[in-house]
C-alpha cells in the first residue's frame, strides 16, 4: 500500500531557481522522510521531520510538514546540476514498523 | 568505511530458477528491509528484519524468501514462483526501526534471461 503521493511526478527547472517538490499521506505518522535517488542507484536519506515538527532545515534544502493537511514539501533553493535526481517522500504510520515510500519526482535542473 | 554491500550488481535468471541476492551491513544496525523498484515507481517493501532470526512480510512477499541468521546478513531469495521479477532490488537497513533513517545498498538490477 502506497502511503505518501509525490507532486508533481517530474519537473524541469533552470539552474539556480528553486525546486518544490510536494508530499501527501494518508494516515497519522510518527515522522516523515525524504530521500534522493541518483539514476541506478541506491537511496540516500536527505532529512528526517518528527510529527511534532513543523518545518526543518539542511543546507540548501527546507522540509516543512503539515499534519492537518497531511502534507509535506520539499525546498530546494539555488539549484545546481548535480541536484538532478528522484527525491522521494517516505512515512512510517504510528504503530508501524516499516518505512513506506512514494513514488516520487524526478527533478532535472537544466544548465 | 562501513555501509551495505549488496551483490551482485547485475544477475539474470532464467525460467523456473531461484535466485539469491546478498546484502551484507557493517554497521552494526539491528533492522533490515528489502524493497522492489520497477521502472519510475517508488519502492515496495518485499520483507523487513528487526532482530536476529525474525522477520516480516511487507507488501509483495509472495514469490520470495528471506532468512536472517547473522546480523550483518539478509539474503533475498527470488523464487520461481515470482512469475515477474524483473526489477532494481534494494537492501536497507537502520539502527532499530523504521523511526529512524535508512542506510541503503547500491542495488541489484534483476533480469529475465
Known amino acids: 500500500s502506497q502511503q505518501g503521493e509525490e507532486d508533481p511526478q517530474a519537473l524541469s527547472i533552470q539552474e539556480g531557481e528553486n525546486a518544490t517538490m510536494n508530499c501527501s499521506y494518508k494516515?497519522?505518522?510518527?515522522?516523515l522522510q525524504w530521500y534522493r535517488q541518483n539514476s541506478g542507484r541506491g537511496l540516500v536519506h536527505l532529512i528526517l521531520?518528527?510529527?511534532?515538527?513543523r518545518e526543518k532545515h539542511s543546507g540548501r534544502l527546507r522540509v516543512t510538514l503539515d499534519t492537518s493537511k497531511k502534507s509535506s514539501s520539499l525546498l530546494i533553493t539555488a539549484s545546481r546540476a548535480a541536484d538532478t535526481a528522484s527525491y522521494f517522500c517516505a512515512t512510517d504510520g504510528k504503530g508501524a514498523q516499516k518505512l513506506v515510500f512514494g513514488q516520487g519526482t524526478r527533478l532535472t535542473i537544466n544548465p | 568505511d562501513g555501509g551495505i554491500t549488496q551483490s551482485p550488481k547485475y544477475l539474470f535468471r532464467k525460467e523456473g530458477q531461484n535466485v539469491t541476492l546478498s546484502c551484507e551491513q557493517n554497521l552494526n544496525h539491528d533492522a533490515m528491509y528489502w524493497y522492489r523498484q520497477d521502472p519510475g515507481q517508488g519502492l515496495r517493501l518485499i520483507y523487513y528484519?528487526?532482530?536476529?532470526?525474525?522477520?516480516q512480510k511487507g507488501d509483495i512477499a509472495e514469490g520470495y524468501s528471506v532468512s536472517r541468521e547473522k546480523k550483518e546478513s539478509f539474503p533475498l531469495t527470488v523464487t520461481s514462483a515470482q512469475k515477474n521479477p524483473t526489477a532494481f532490488y534494494l537492501c536497507?537497513?537502520?539502527?532499530?526501526?523504521?523511526?529512524?533513517?535508512?542506510?541503503f545498498g547500491s542495488g541489484t538490477q534483476l533480469s529475465v534471461l
Open positions: 536497507a537497513s537502520s539502527i532499530q526501526g523504521a523511526n529512524e533513517k535508512l542506510f
Open positions: 521531520i518528527r510529527s511534532n515538527e
Open positions: 494516515t497519522s505518522i510518527n515522522n
Open positions: 528484519s528487526q532482530i536476529v532470526n525474525d522477520f
